[in-house]
């Protein structure tokens, strides 16, 4: 007799196989320290230590939604589907903190359209000096929960 699952038991354990898949990208190592203050495109550089999968699958989220990393490294977000960004400039979102002394980043100009996406085989990527924990969102999808935490020890 076949089992039927329902669509949160599916996105559940497909959830699960696919953050376990992950958590061996998103270790630490380095960066190789080159980058600028992370307002641009990657096509390399880090060697794929502390990757950030946006929109996976379709879904609303940041696989991994926290990661640790240490000051001077790089995380890159991969734009794995339309329609998303990544902004941690505290006035695009109450949601949004970062550490006294750090600078907001984001896909976007500062004080740019909030709204302006990146197109899904995308990268970004930004290296963080100041420790503290930051917190970021995907701007037209914070309202469904599209949040993220970088913790920079």
Same mark, same amino acid.
């Not at 958590?23 to 390399?44: I, T, V, Y």
């Not at 990544?86 to 002394?101: L, Q």
């Not at 004080?111 to 701007?139: I, N, R």
């Given at each position: 007799?076949?089992?039927?699952?329902?669509?949160?038991?599916?996105?559940?354990?497909?959830?699960? =196989?696919?953050?376990?898949?992950?958590?061996?990208?998103?270790?630490? %190592?380095? %960066? /190789?320290? /080159?980058?600028?203050?992370?307002?641009?495109?990657?096509?390399?550089?880090?060697? %794929? /230590?502390?990757? +950030? @999968?946006?929109?996976?699958? %379709?879904?609303? +989220?940041?696989?991994? /939604?926290?990661?640790?990393?240490?000051?001077?490294?790089?995380?890159?977000?991969?734009?794995?589907?339309?329609? #998303?960004? =990544?902004?941690?400039?505290?006035?695009?979102?109450?949601?949004?903190?970062?550490?006294?002394?750090?600078?907001?980043?984001?896909?976007?100009?500062?004080?740019?359209? @909030?709204?302006?996406?990146?197109?899904?085989?995308?990268?970004?990527? #930004?290296?963080?000096?100041?420790?503290?924990?930051?917190?970021? +969102?995907? =701007?037209? #999808? =914070?309202?469904?929960?599209?949040?993220?935490?970088?913790?920079?020890?």
């Amino acid at each position: 007799m076949p089992e039927s699952y329902s669509r949160r038991q599916f996105v559940a354990g497909t959830s699960a =196989v696919t953050i376990a898949a992950l958590a061996g990208c998103s270790g630490g %190592g380095g %960066g /190789d320290g /080159d980058s600028d203050d992370g307002d641009g495109s990657s096509d390399g550089g880090g060697g %794929g /230590d502390n990757i +950030v @999968a946006v929109g996976p699958g %379709g879904d609303l +989220v940041f696989e991994p /939604d926290e990661i640790t990393i240490s000051t001077g490294e790089t995380v890159t977000w991969e734009f794995e589907s339309p329609t #998303h960004n =990544v902004s941690a400039y505290p006035d695009m979102s109450e949601e949004i903190s970062i550490p006294d002394g750090a600078s907001g980043f984001g896909t976007m100009e500062e004080g740019g359209d @909030a709204y302006e996406t990146v197109s899904e085989g995308e990268t970004f990527e #930004h290296t963080f000096e100041t420790a503290g924990e930051y917190t970021y +969102v995907c =701007v037209p #999808h =914070v309202a469904s929960g599209m949040i993220g935490t970088i913790v920079v020890e």
